[in-house]
């Protein structure tokens, strides 16, 4: 398939485009390159005949239009989004233009190319969107794909808003769509901003470990990969309409994974004393979602699809990716915002 990527050099867009080239799919990676992107994600995609990359931003009408009239994709996954809870809380515009406006505009400029074609059935728009939609959970049940909506940060509001408009483009103009709301996803090329990266590589450099709160909320944890994996296989057999839920069966509280994540560091870099030594509890950010968990059954029994991974052995891989390059994050380290205490609810834009 010939496949528009947007965000491809994001953390998890990286991953889908260096899958699809893999797999011998061509690939059209769409990216504006914001300060969490980078293009050293997709280097070794790049050395393909079958990659190009270009360089826009998606509520560029113009841009998005030529891209698809150009390259005649069989399809497009779109990922590009600003996807940090704590920068949605501190600067919430940049969330409504990118993951609003900015899915809109593809919207236009995917229906305009289906319908100049002839509205081909086998053209897809794989919108990539997020559990976060759903709101936070209490103890004990699980988000399926009818949970009712109910985003609680600027974040997850923006998100629900693209995936109502994507679907109101399917019923409204019969655009084929198919969408996917995923668990919190961690590995590789993840930006040093997040949870997993930010523990790792404070603990590597002898500093304390964040925990919001009392570290007693629970997330679903997805190794990106498997992601990768489950939204290629959605976009080839999902069918039209539906949304699908990715998740890792694999719910930790907070706690429990920088824990986990400091027994990994104690066996493959021991240090002088346990890295869980360096634990901090630190003031809980507002409207912090108490838990979160996937029901994976539809694409489970429908598509066949399933993590490979444990959290264990995927936050191992992921430890080990961390030590092997060094030089990857060392390069990010002055990007902005990282290694700085964000979404304490105090700025305003």
């Known amino acids: 398939m010939k496949l528009i990527v947007t965000g491809g050099a994001g953390f998890i867009g990286s991953a889908v485009v260096r899958l699809a080239i893999a797999r011998g799919h061509t690939v059209i990676n769409i990216d504006k390159l914001t300060y969490a992107a980078c ?11 079958d990659y190009t990359f270009i360089e826009a931003d998606i509520c560029d009408a113009d841009a998005m239009t030529d891209a698809f009239e150009t390259h005649q994709p069989d399809a497009i996954m779109h990922l590009a989004a600003e996807s940090h809870v704590d920068r949605s809380i501190d600067g919430p515009g940049a969330f409504i233009e990118t993951n609003v406006m900015g899915t809109y505009t593809l919207l236009q400029a995917a229906r305009s190319f289906w319908e100049g074609r002839g509205k081909p ?27 009712p909506y109910d985003p609680r940060s600027p974040y997850s509001a923006s998100k629900a808003s693209s995936d109502h408009l994507v ?8 655009l084929p769509v198919v969408l ?11 930006f040093p901003e997040k949870l997993v990266p930010v523990v790792i590589l404070n603990a590597l450099a002898g500093k304390p470990l964040p925990i919001y709160g009392k570290g007693d909320n629970v997330r679903d944890w997805l190794y990106v990969e498997d992601h990768a994996d489950a939204l290629l296989k959605v976009l080839a057999e999902g069918a039209v309409g539906r949304s699908y839920n990715i998740g890792g069966e694999n719910e930790r509280t907070n706690v429990e994974l920088v824990t986990t994540l400091c027994e990994i560091l104690d066996d493959l870099r021991p240090a002088a004393a346990p890295y869980a030594d360096l634990i901090t509890y630190v003031t809980d950010r507002p409207g912090h979602d108490a838990r979160y968990a996937i029901d994976p059954t539809r694409i489970r029994t429908e598509l066949g699809w399933s993590p490979s991974v444990t959290v264990e052995e995927g936050l191992r891989k992921t430890v080990q990716w961390y030590l092997d390059n060094e030089d990857w994050w060392r390069a990010l380290q002055n990007r902005e915002g990282v290694g700085t205490r964000l979404g304490t609810g105090t700025k305003k834009g």
């Open 39 to 49: 293009l050293d994600n997709v280097a070794e995609a790049a050395k393909s005949p």
């Open 121 to 147: 059935d086998s053209f897809r728009f794989h919108h990539i969107s997020t559990d976060e939609v759903f709101g936070s959970l209490g103890p004990t049940g699980q988000f399926t794909e009818d949970t």
């Open 167 to 174: 679907r109101a483009w399917h019923e409204t103009y019969g």
């Open 180 to 190: 996917t709301n995923c668990s919190n996803n961690y590995g590789p090329y993840h």
